[in-house]
């Protein structure tokens, strides 16, 4: 496979030929134009070429593992048309819930990731690969500007319009020398001809690039047919590769039958907006009593009769999934209902994502005061968000996503202790998080966008128990349980810090909230609601 | 008189990705939303070649409208061709494709609309998110009524010669409202028949102009026109222009003056019900 290189002087060049001596690289001089460069590149006869800077130090055998992508990704990305080592993904990864991966050090920093293929919307240039084959029969084109900048960003965004996938590789791991120019990118960035080149094809007024967001102008004529960077990356990234299935699990009793309706519709509705996956609904219950006939339109049932005595919410849970054999679990409560509206998100990334990999998505609390009869009869107030970026904070013993904003694979539940899920009734849902994290080669993947609802309602719930005994009996189960294990102990260190000090621009985690500013938020938040009750009534008369 | 063995007809302007939602939730929810029998006359928005749809349910017929656009047709002149090719009488409903119906909610609407004398159109209560506008508890009237979910009475509806179909999308609802006060029938808010309709709030994005983004900001102007003449014009385009995203407001309001191109305004008639108080707000604040 060659190597281009635009080499910025012979001598440039023959330090780049000295550091990878039986390299077949062809290097281009007096380029004036990166964008026509790759022009070039695509148009030849090749069929995969990679093009990278000559001032990167690629390692011993990077041509062959290169070779070995390409193989890899012709197999399992059957629909990929470009990869990097860097880039900008169209959702967010990790501790620090990023939509940055770096699988390159340079002046900036080292590798930020491992092991992990992911889609991106915008890569860095330092090292590309290119399917130039893919390319050519569907037509990719670079628009005719000048310079050596935001040329990947074109490149990255003409191949996704083209419908091909863009993709960040472990593979192209090197070490780039260059800090690049700021100064030049913001210079060009600000330059309103190429945010109109940008703004010819996608409908965002933002495009994040690795140096900086390009400010791309709105342009009314054709706007609605023009592509949503974010959806379109994954969308074009799930072409061709297998479907995997994902249980909508319902824990029941049969007891609020009318909000168990309404979680089957929300949950129908959720699985007829999905792409890329297969989604089953399942409900899961240890009642005798008969399931009501509405059930069977929407779900298959599952029984579960457990023998232990009182709540066995947790036991039914491990019950329900080593009984259904499905790639992905998503558990909800009768009382909870799922948001349709990002569905074909969640499904594109559950289709990208790894086998061991974790999917956190945004629900939300609402105040719902009337009786269980009538979920619709009065409107609901949203009360509190609770957001998935924060994910990390379970290392820190803080249980911050609800098990509806959970979908776990089912290659993390296999590690699940059984014999903790019999001691606890209460944090089941916890547990499944800590048991799937703390698992070696678990990715999580954060989708910060409102997905599911859950009712708080005046009684009747144990989320609103005045006697906490319950709870603190399985939080002590499952603090010596998790304390005792010892499979990634850095990892609950390192959370500690990453949970105090980081946040970045994209998403990352912030500090959690002490006990007494949880109480006076929740205080003020009362306040604010008895006000306004106030403030309506006077309203009304 | 509406018999209460009678089929009612609903209108619903669907794209091809609808179909599956309509078939496997929208339809079964609407035979428990009421007791008759009910036509569900669709049309797809893209024109010729679209999905057609299916009813598994016996109380619910699919009637698959033809289009003969090869365009894709705006929300008011899809409704007004269904209206013009069933003939509903002497109401029809309107639901939005994403739609999830409650129990009892149709019936609901039918009830409100056939106790109120000149009712012309009867809202439902969307869920989760409710439109906050006012209305009165004891009359239910309402300054305007959402086309996601509605019962509108056909005689007004023709007379009114329809939707305005200059809208393309967005504000047409309002508009209707507003020809149905100034022709002396009422728009209602029906808190008791409620709707899911999962839109708004939390999924709107900042990085993108939604169509609701763009096309009803244009709408605003060509309604406050249309309404309130040069009077409403001046002060729309102030409002618009002052908003924080000039490029867009540029564009819009090009846009907007396009629209209004050709056309007059009506002729004015104070109403309490018809008014604005600022960027696509006609109603105080519940």
């Not at chain 1, 281009?4 to 990878?20: E, N, T, Y």
């Amino acid at each position: 496979m060659k190597i281009h290189v635009p080499a910025r002087s012979k001598a440039a060049a023959l330090v780049f030929q000295k550091r990878h001596p039986h390299m077949d690289v062809e290097f281009h001089f007096e380029t004036q134009s990166l964008f026509s460069l790759l022009s070039t590149i695509i148009h030849s006869n090749a069929d995969y070429a990679i093009v990278c800077h000559d001032d990167v130090f690629l390692p011993v055998g990077f041509v062959s593992s290169a070779v070995a992508l390409v193989e890899r990704l012709n197999r399992t990305w059957p629909n990929w048309g470009l990869c990097g080592n860097a880039g900008i993904l169209p959702f967010l990864v990790g501790g620090a819930a990023t939509r940055t991966i770096r699988y390159v050090a340079d002046p900036h920093g080292g590798i930020n990731y491992q092991g992990t293929t992911f889609p991106a919307i915008t890569i860095d240039g330092n090292t590309m690969l290119l399917n130039l084959r893919a390319m050519r029969s569907r037509g990719v084109t670079m628009p005719q500007l000048p310079g050596f900048q935001l040329y990947d960003a074109f490149l990255a965004v003409a191949t996704i319009s083209a419908g091909l996938a863009v993709l960040v590789a472990p593979e192209l791991a090197c070490y780039h020398s260059s800090s690049g120019s700021q100064i030049d990118f913001d210079r060009v960035r600000s330059d309103r001809v190429f945010g109109e080149a940008f703004g010819k094809v996608v409908a965002n007024l933002s495009l994040p690039t690795l140096n900086g967001d390009v400010r791309v102008p709105f342009e009314a004529e054709g706007y609605f047919s023009k592509i949503d960077i974010y959806e379109r990356s994954l969308a074009v990234a799930c072409v061709g590769r297998p479907l995997p299935s994902v249980a909508i699990l319902i824990r029941t009793q049969f007891k609020r039958k009318e909000l168990l309706r309404r979680a089957l519709q929300t949950a129908t509705a959720f699985a007829a907006a999905s792409a890329h996956v297969e989604v089953e609904i399942w409900v899961v219950t240890d009642s005798t009593e008969a399931a009501p006939s509405f059930v069977a339109q929407h779900a298959k049932i599952l029984e579960c009769p457990v023998t232990a005595t009182g709540d066995n919410r947790a036991l039914l849970l491990l019950a329900a999934i080593e009984a259904i054999s499905s790639d992905y679990f998503w558990v909800l409560d009768d009382d909870d209902w799922l948001f349709p509206n990002s569905a074909n998100i969640v499904g594109s990334i559950v289709n990208i994502a790894s086998d061991r990999s974790i999917v956190f998505v945004g629900v939300s609390q609402f105040d719902e005061a009337a009786a269980e009869a009538t979920p619709y009869d009065k409107p609901n107030k949203e009360i509190r968000y609770f957001p998935p970026t924060v994910w990390c904070t379970a290392l820190n013993g803080i249980n911050s996503i609800p098990i509806n904003g959970q979908i776990i694979s089912r290659t993390l539940l296999q590690y699940v202790d059984r014999e903790l899920f019999a001691r606890i009734v209460y944090f089941e849902d916890f547990a499944l998080q800590l048991f799937a994290i703390t698992q070696p080669r678990c990715n999580v993947y954060v989708l910060d966008q409102l997905c599911g609802g859950i009712s708080i309602r005046r009684d009747g719930q144990s989320i609103t128990a005045k006697d906490r005994t319950i709870w603190e009996r399985s939080m002590a189960e499952l603090a010596a349980t998790f304390a005792q294990r010892n499979e990634m102990p850095g990892l609950f260190a390192s959370a500690a810090r990453a949970g105090a000090l980081d946040r970045d621009g994209a998403g990352g985690v912030g500090r959690s909230l002490s006990s007494s500013e949880s109480r006076l938020i929740k205080l003020y938040r009362t306040q604010k609601r008895v006000t306004q009750k106030i403030i309506d009534r006077f309203r009304r008369l | 008189m509406l018999q209460n063995n009678s089929t009612i007809a609903i209108q619903c302007v669907y794209g091809p990705d609808d179909v599956r939602h309509i078939e496997t939730v929208l339809i079964p929810s609407l035979a428990s939303a009421t007791h008759r029998h009910v036509t569900l006359n669709v049309i797809c928005y893209a024109g010729v070649g679209a999905p057609k749809l299916v009813s598994v349910i016996e109380s619910v017929a699919v009637n698959n409208v033809e289009p003969h656009w090869t365009v894709p047709q705006g929300f008011g002149a899809c409704h007004n061709f269904l209206f013009q090719k069933t003939k509903p009488d002497p109401f029809f409903i309107l639901i939005n494709p994403d739609c999830i119906a409650v129990d009892h909610s149709i019936d609901n609407l039918i009830r409100t609309y056939t106790d109120t004398p000149r009712a012309g159109i009867v809202e439902g209560r969307q869920w989760p998110y409710d439109h906050p506008k006012e209305y009165d508890l004891q009359s239910h009237e309402t300054p305007w009524a959402s086309g996601a979910y509605c019962l509108v009475g056909s005689t007004p509806f023709e007379q009114a010669g329809g939707f305005d179909e200059r809208y393309f999308l967005y504000n047409e609802d309002v508009d209707l409202s507003w020809r149905f006060w100034l022709g002396g029938w009422s728009v209602l808010f029906e808190p008791g028949a409620p709707v899911v309709h999962f839109s708004g709030q939390r999924h709107y994005r900042s990085d993108i102009v939604s169509r609701e983004g763009y096309y009803s900001i244009r709408n605003f102007i060509y309604i406050s026109y249309k309404f309130f003449g040069d009077r409403g014009l001046k002060r729309a385009l102030e409002l618009v222009s002052a908003s924080e995203d000039k490029a867009l407001a540029a564009q819009v309001i090009v846009a907007a003056r396009s629209l209004i191109e050709g056309t007059k305004p009506l002729s004015y008639q104070p109403h309490p019900q018809v008014k604005i108080h600022g960027i696509n707000r006609f109603h105080d604040v519940r």
